[in-house]
């Protein structure tokens, strides 16, 4: 009965004027970043989040968590249609989705992908409703130690999921937490890595960071690469499945959902690992398994049930932990902070409206994503052919405007350029920045939990492996580590004896 009511309560906060209209304008972002290739709900939500100062927490919130989710549903538009995925998790879905739209089942395939994301998204938020007071009343059992562990265990883990080499992951986090590390020691009020720079005494400012590694930097890489966009010429078709590929889609829109739900809250995860994961499984237990590569609805219904299934349930970790599980959601907690709210397994009691309003914001944004996607379609296509060198101007003129807004300093603008170069030299030499925003948001809390747990133990460092829910954390996190590590040292000294 208390679910109910808390539901109940979240709709009536979700369904005020100012909330719909902002989960409408999320919603329609998300769509077309994801339409636009290139772009991504991190680049655009660095580059939204000065907007939000001005809003209350919980229609920020909403508007923001409108744009990733929104973001899964546009990305498949552009890879079923053109071949050219607009967003990471909707590369597996230009395999077979493209390949349906060539042989005149474009219509099918955007109806696959539009109801197989309802589907799982709604599914996801039942699963974040039902879950939430349940892990924040386990959360609230939790110790500094065992904190200060889960924090060491999602940094670990969202550096061994990380794309390319471990090490490099490892050494981007690791510098992510020694950034958030500058300013003034809130104990001792002593500056530390500040270098003398009085504007540095509150620390890095999180939107100028976010805004240059993941918004700027994204605007001088798609500088680079030339534009191919060609429409496809054939007809969208027919939205109506046949009766066939209405059964065969059924079972792999269910893996997909169960695939993304759980791979969701993993630190690391998110969208991106949850498609390839329901590909990869479709391609091996699906009945139309021998039709891959020829345009299976499987290799469509899977992958776009799993990824908004996991841009959902990633919330989990975060409203009840306070732990971003990847980039975006390491955002949000950036978002929470300069609003003046600490994520958290406290948030429930303290933030009633924003907690139960986002999570009811989520099912009524999926309503309004199925009915702006399917009518819509013409639009998207349309909106892909504006040349990149008239947008790309625009974006920058708000992000200095932006940056500048944030305290009405200019130094943050310079901080801005510093980390879009450094955003850039990071892709260039293919290290990619998620883990170092992670680490960012995370490192001061990780500080602040371990000298609690310090002072509690009188020094006794020993506490972190006599309490239970640590030693495990700690445990699971040297085993996920060692399991992509040692691979990678016997293949070291494989290639060292047959040189």
């Given amino acids: 009965m208390d679910l109910l009511a808390n539901l109940a309560h979240g709709f009536g906060v979700a369904l005020s004027f100012t909330n719909v209209t902002f989960a409408l304008v999320g919603a329609l972002i998300g769509t077309a970043i994801g339409v636009l290739p290139g772009i991504g709900p991190v680049a655009t939500i660095s580059l939204l989040l000065p907007i939000t100062f001005g809003q209350p927490a919980t229609t920020a919130i909403i508007m923001l968590a409108g744009i990733y989710y929104g973001a899964q549903y546009g990305g498949s538009t552009t890879a079923i249609l053109l071949n050219l995925p607009g967003e990471i998790s909707s590369v597996v879905t230009t395999l077979e989705g493209y390949k349906m739209a060539r042989n005149g089942r474009a219509g099918a395939a955007l109806a696959t992908a539009a109801l197989a994301s309802f589907f799982a998204g709604t599914v996801a938020t039942v699963v974040v409703a039902g879950s939430g007071p349940l892990l924040t009343s386990v959360a609230l059992s939790f110790g500094p130690a065992d904190y200060f562990s889960l924090m060491l265990l999602g940094l670990i883990i969202s550096a061994v999921l990380a794309q390319g080499s471990v090490t490099k992951a490892i050494g981007m986090v690791t510098l992510g937490v020694a950034l958030g590390l500058v300013g ?188 702006i996607n399917l009518p819509m379609i013409g639009m998207w296509v349309k909106l892909l052919q504006v040349p990149y060198k008239f947008l790309y101007p625009a974006i920058l003129v708000f992000c200095s405007i932006g940056a500048y807004s944030v305290n009405n300093n200019v130094f943050d603008v310079y901080t801005t350029v510093v980390f879009s170069i450094v955003g850039y030299i990071f892709n260039k030499l293919k290290m990619e920045p998620a883990p170092l925003l992670i680490g960012f948001v995370l490192g001061p809390m990780m500080e602040e939990h371990l000298r609690r747990a310090m002072l509690l133990s009188r020094g006794d460092a020993t506490v972190f492996i006599e309490r239970p829910i640590s030693a495990s954390m700690l445990a699971i996190g040297a085993i996920a580590l060692l399991a992509m590590v040692l691979p990678n040292l016997r293949k070291g000294k494989e290639a060292a004896m047959a040189g």
Avoid at 251 to 262: F, I, N, W
Avoid at 275 to 296: C, D, I, N, P, Q
Wanted: hydrophobic letters at 45%.
């Fill in 184 to 371: 003034t020691d809130v104990q001792t009020g002593q500056q530390r890595f500040t270098f003398g720079v009085p504007e540095l005494s509150d620390g890095i400012s999180f939107v100028a960071l976010a805004m240059g590694m993941f918004g700027i930097a994204e605007i001088i890489l798609n500088l680079e690469r030339p534009e191919a966009r060609s429409v496809l010429k054939t007809k969208v078709g027919s939205l109506w499945l046949t009766k066939e590929e209405f059964h065969r889609a059924i079972p792999s829109v269910l893996r997909g959902t169960a695939v993304g739900t759980v791979l969701g809250i993993l630190p690391g995860g998110g969208a991106s690992l949850s498609s390839f994961g329901s590909y990869m499984m479709e391609r091996k237990v699906s009945k139309g398994r021998h039709l891959f590569g020829t345009g299976a609805i499987e290799g469509v219904a899977g992958p776009e049930s799993a990824n908004n299934a996991a841009a959902q349930t990633s919330f989990i970790p975060l409203l009840t932990l306070g732990i971003p599980s990847n980039a975006v959601m390491a955002l949000m907690v950036g978002a929470l902070i300069i609003q003046g709210i600490q994520p958290g397994p406290r948030m429930v009691e303290a933030q009633p409206d924003l907690f139960w309003g986002l999570i009811c914001s989520m099912w009524i944004g999926n309503v309004m994503l199925l009915v």
